[in-house]
């Protein structure tokens, strides 16, 4: 069965550093993958997504996400971090169905 | 387009009761699903249905019934609420054409006592 691991269920940075987030995912076809964010008290938003096309996939806000199918990762990366990014960032994936399986969760804080 | 809605936004039941939480659909999807979102544990699928008439287990199937008459609804039963209830409940839908955009609602913040 599809499963995905969030590695560190809180990830904390000052204002303008690197946010890295970390998702593994375990499949041995490349599913979908995905990554939302969910501010506080609100839904989810997609903030990219990969579907078999380019690996270096660009979403809202300065987002990006890289993946990397012999690591059977997915992280999330932005080069500068904003007091506005401070949220819960779920990573998950879409094997052959259209089930969506999602990691636990990182709550993403940002120190000014 | 409304896109996903849900009713009702917010509840609070007593243990033993039962109600509905609603989801609707404009967009023709034949795919809706219902996620329940509890800390610290991800968003996990409840019940999915790939079309009008057809509906299967997730992950969290326990204590809850779904039906699927037509294809803009797809309503979540709770028969008799427990507090392990509690949580914050999903719906999803997305068409078999484009299966890799799924469009959530806003949610139902259920709390059981």
């Known amino acids: 069965a599809q499963s995905v691991t969030q590695l560190g269920s809180h990830v904390s940075v000052s204002e303008g550093a690197l946010v890295l987030l970390r998702c593994n995912y375990s499949?041995?076809?490349?599913?979908?993958l995905f990554w939302y964010v969910q501010y506080p008290n609100q839904g989810l938003q997609l903030l990219l997504k990969?579907?078999?096309?380019?690996?270096l996939v660009k979403g809202i806000n300065g987002f990006e996400a890289e993946f990397k199918k012999s690591e059977t990762s997915f992280h999330l990366t932005k080069p500068s971090a904003h007091m506005s990014d401070a949220a819960e960032y779920f990573c998950?994936?879409?094997?052959?169905?259209?089930?969506?399986?999602f990691g636990k969760g990182t709550k993403l804080t940002v120190n000014p | 387009n409304a896109g996903v809605t849900q009713t009702p936004k917010f509840q609070v039941l007593k243990t033993g009761q039962s109600m509905t939480l609603q989801c609707a659909q404009d967009?023709?999807?034949?795919?809706m699903s219902w996620y329940r979102q509890d800390p610290g544990m991800g968003l996990r699928l409840i019940h999915y249905s790939v079309g009008a008439g057809i509906t299967d287990q997730g992950e969290v199937p326990n204590g809850y019934n779904v039906s699927r008459s037509t294809t803009e609804d797809f309503p979540l039963r709770l028969l008799s609420a427990a507090p392990s209830q509690t949580s914050v409940y999903f719906c999803?839908?997305?068409?078999?054409?484009?299966?890799?955009?799924?469009?959530f609602g806003p949610g139902t913040r259920l709390t059981v006592l």
């Open positions: 967009m023709n999807h034949e795919y």
């Open positions: 999803a839908s997305s068409s078999s054409v484009r299966r890799d955009t799924q469009y």
């Open positions: 499949s041995s076809v490349p599913p979908y």
């Open positions: 990969y579907t078999s096309a380019a690996t």
């Open positions: 998950a994936a879409q094997g052959g169905s259209e089930k969506l399986v």
